[in-house]
């Protein structure tokens, strides 16, 4: 995802951790595959997910490089399916 992806997500919308880096402890208690529910940008620099609909995970811009919509994932998912 982009910067500008990122700031153009939705309260509510879902994303998926498409990468992770262990070496970065923002990242320590998560896996490729995990959700995230979109909350909250700030102008300074910091994101906010839920996860589990109450723990706030608090990630810096950075965090696009590490995400996608879910959304796209599965349209892609199925194209692949569909032979597409």
Not at 5 to 21: I, Y
Not at 46 to 75: G, M, P
């Amino acid at each position: 995802m982009t910067l500008e992806e990122l700031k153009s997500l939705r309260e509510g919308e879902v994303v998926v951790l498409t990468k992770v880096d262990e070496r970065i402890t923002e990242y320590k208690n998560f896996s490729v595959g995990d959700e995230m529910i979109f909350h909250m940008l700030y102008e300074y620099g910091q994101v906010d997910f839920l996860r589990n609909s109450i723990t706030i995970s608090h990630f810096s811009y950075e965090i696009c490089d590490y995400i996608e919509r879910k959304i796209k994932i599965e349209r892609e998912n199925k194209l692949i399916s569909l032979g597409i």
